[in-house]
Every structure is written in structure tokens, then in C-alpha cells.
């Protein structure tokens, strides 16, 4: 069975007004949506492709 590399967006990466801290990890997918649901109910982004887009640009490969 192949392991899927960890990936992770951390808030503090991305200018924000509350100054968040969440680092969120898992498989890709689990990142980009629980990320998409967070910048959507604490940061006020719009849910959608462009959304999903800045997110993956900030994705880091955990070590």
C-alpha cells in the first residue's frame, strides 16, 4: 500500500486581519477542503475555484 505524502496550508503563511495561527494537514483533498471551509467561515474568502486555487498554491509537503 503506497503512503500518501502529508500536506499542510499554514494561516500564518497568508496575510490575515486576526492574525490566525491554524496549520491544517492531511492528504491533499482533506487540506484543500477543510482550508476552503476555514477561509470561508473565519476569513470571509469566497468558496470557489480562485479559492481553491490560492489555497493549493500554499500547500507545503510536510517533513
Given amino acids: 500500500m503506497a503512503v ?3 500536506k499542510y496550508v499554514d494561516c ?3 496575510p490575515s486581519e486576526n492574525n490566525c495561527s491554524l496549520k491544517i494537514s492531511g492528504t491533499e483533498e482533506e487540506v484543500l ?3 476552503s ?3 470561508v ?3 470571509g474568502h469566497q468558496a470557489g475555484p480562485e ?3 490560492m489555497l493549493r498554491s500554499g500547500l ?3 517533513r
Fill in 33 to 35: 477542503a477543510a482550508a
Fill in 12 to 14: 500564518r503563511e497568508f
Fill in 4 to 6: 500518501s505524502v502529508r
Fill in 51 to 53: 479559492l481553491t486555487e
Fill in 37 to 39: 471551509q476555514h477561509a
Fill in 41 to 43: 467561515a473565519s476569513h
Fill in 60 to 62: 507545503r509537503e510536510e
